[in-house]
């Protein structure tokens, strides 16, 4: 536990120094954006890696869903006025009823964590934040996910070896791409399923399951989406008899 807390505090004082954020990488009101810690921590658990934290959001004035600061932690379910009404973070909501729930998890059984550990804005974001008076951040982020995820590749290695996972779960194409070495968008999602693969970290071979978003599965089924009916009557079954061998 005292090598968890260590990690935590050298992860939150010195993560943003290792992208190349823009100068000023502040939310509307001044609030610095931080790196999101995580707080689920089990050890030889189940390993969950997202792709990188939301936020908190607020209505202002004639906008909606403004990002004004950081969630409490990666995939946190807390609930929080916005200035119009009452939230729920949907990010920890998808994960508990698309993956916990179903799979017999509970969050005591798993250590929490994204690949990259700042919220990130999208082209739409910044543009909210203009028309509001606001002439910071100098630039979207979004598109930079990858190469930040790269650029820190280094700090989830670091929290694998601390979490020593019986098995490793990550949420999206782009995450299991990045970690698979896998660029092309078909092919990452020919990565999602329930079938249990394996992954190296610093010389040690790890069980992994690549799932899509939990945001996608829970959308409603189409000829466009699949996702949802795969994910109830394919990969679920299938990841749960994997997991029933390893937890």
Known sequence: MANVKIFQRHLFANYKSDLSLPP???YLYGNPIQPIIPVDTTTNG???IGAY???????IGSERDVQVNDLSCPFSTEKYFDGSRVRIVNSGFELEEAYLKP???EREQCWITNIVRVFLFKDGHVKKYRRLGCDWPERETRSEFENYAHRGMYWLEEEVSLA???VIITLGAEVAGILQNVKSPKKRNELLGGEMKEIEFDSNIYPI????HPGIVMRKASERNPWPRLHREEHIPE????LKELI
């Open 24 to 26: 000023t990488y502040n």
């Open 46 to 48: 189940v390993f969950i």
């Open 53 to 59: 934290p939301s936020a908190k959001f607020a209505s």
């Open 103 to 105: 799979l017999g998890l």
């Open 164 to 166: 020593n996972p019986k």
């Open 209 to 212: 399951i690549h799932f899509a």
């Open 239 to 242: 990841a749960k008899i994997a």
